[in-house]
């Protein structure tokens, strides 16, 4: 059920992004081309996905864990991505941004936030906790993330790019992964990937410089990996027997 799903997203997003003609490269620069590509494929999505959380009934699951991981200090790793995002945000040019291409990229990061967080690290988490250890729950659920860029050369990226942001990718997924189960919440796991996608976009748009945060993926990658054993070693979430229960069902 979360591959299906998964790959239902994908095609959503994957067929309206490709159908608005605007290639890849020139998605976010512009307020017009945001609003064409990523704010209506992520709205359409997030309306699916909401759709079918309710329809199976996953919306606790999804957003919270039970028993969160017994060690809190692995949370550094997603602090290093916000400090990272604020440095961004500090090194953004907003005399460039008016209030249109504003609205556009704050749109953009609360619909890719609730959207790539549900369906992998909300939807597909549900799902493969019905049938594999934790362990194999953030493997599979990082890598899929990391893998759900590799659309990106469809819709008109070059291959070596984004090679290295499915990389990459595997890293924030991993951040995000460490998030939730430390706080226990999603949703925290949604603001701050909304908040890195809102930064990454206004100072690649607008920037002042090279920012001093630019070399911060590679190193939440490394930390993350490092440090992602502390979170579900020894640990098996309570609510993995409900949600087996729930998976029956549908």
Not at 58 to 75: D, G, M, N, T, V
Not at 81 to 106: E, H, R
Request: net charge positive.
């Amino acid at each position: 059920m979360g591959f299906a799903i998964f790959i239902g997203y994908v095609v959503v997003i994957g067929g309206i992004q490709k159908f608005s003609g605007v290639p890849y490269p020139e998605f976010g620069t512009s307020a017009e081309n945001v609003f064409r590509t990523a704010v209506l494929s992520l709205g359409v999505a997030g309306i699916l996905l909401a759709i079918t959380t309710t329809l199976l009934g996953w919306w606790k699951s999804a957003l919270f864990e039970q028993q969160r991981s017994r060690h809190k200090w692995p949370i550094f790793v997603p602090v290093i991505m916000l400090l990272a995002a604020v440095v961004n945000l500090a090194y953004t040019d907003w005399s460039k941004i008016d209030a249109l291409f504003l609205f556009a990229i704050l749109l953009l990061g609360i619909f890719v936030g609730f959207c790539e967080e549900m369906v992998t690290r909300g939807l597909l988490v549900v799902a493969l906790r019905s049938k594999l250890s934790e362990v194999l729950v953030w493997l599979i659920s990082s890598a899929t993330f990391g893998l759900m860029h590799l659309i990106n050369v469809f819709l008109g990226a070059d291959f070596g790019g984004t090679f290295m942001q499915v990389l990459l990718a595997f890293g924030g997924g991993t951040a995000f992964y460490i998030l939730r189960r430390t706080t226990g919440s999603l949703i925290l796991a949604m603001l701050l990937h909304a908040v890195w996608d809102i930064s990454v976009f206004t100072s690649s748009f607008a920037s002042t410089g090279t920012s001093p945060a630019s070399l911060a993926p590679i190193l939440i990658l490394i930390a993350g990996v490092a440090v992602v054993w502390s979170v579900f070693k020894g640990v098996e979430p309570k609510h993995a027997t409900e949600i087996k229960r729930v998976s029956a069902q549908h």
